[in-house]
């Protein structure tokens, strides 16, 4: 059992690497990225004894989709939140979403202080907030 988590966490944390990549490159997180995230969640839901909140996890889609909407926040930002969220235990899901705003807000100073190296982009890749803050968080459980 503790090989099947560790691989399925393994190609979490890959699928990761490469929505932070693609959200530095081009500002966008693909859909495949939460796509692999649920589906190796959901199979390590049912293989391992991870609480999950499924209400909480419904909720972070909801709110995240109202931010969307209202272009405070990516879509893909705001789907990457929510699958990562189902394969976190419940009692674990606040320590992410406040790490993750930390960062988040860490990074927003530093792009209001220094503009220049962000270049072209005006937007915040906020999926290396949303991933670092899945990482720390991984350190917990």
């Not at 890959?14 to 966008?28: A, F, N, P, Q, S």
């Not at 889609?61 to 976190?88: E, P, R, T």
């Amino acid at each position: 059992m503790m090989v099947i988590t560790g691989i399925g966490y393994s190609i979490i944390i890959c699928t990761i690497l490469y929505g932070i990549y693609t959200d530095i490159k081009v500002r966008k997180i693909y859909n495949s990225v939460p796509l692999i995230i649920i589906a190796v969640s959901l199979f390590l839901n049912v293989f391992s004894d991870i609480n999950v909140s499924y209400v909480s996890a419904s909720l972070i889609l909801i709110v995240g989709f109202v931010l969307s909407v209202f272009n405070i926040w990516g879509a893909g930002d705001a789907k990457l939140c929510f699958a990562l969220s189902l394969s976190i235990p419940g009692v674990n899901l606040p320590a992410f979403l406040l790490l993750t705003s930390v960062i988040g807000g860490v990074m927003a100073i530093l792009m209001l202080i220094t503009p220049r190296l962000y270049g072209k982009y005006k937007t915040l890749p906020y999926g290396i907030a949303i991933g670092c803050g899945y990482f720390m968080n991984l350190l917990t459980f």
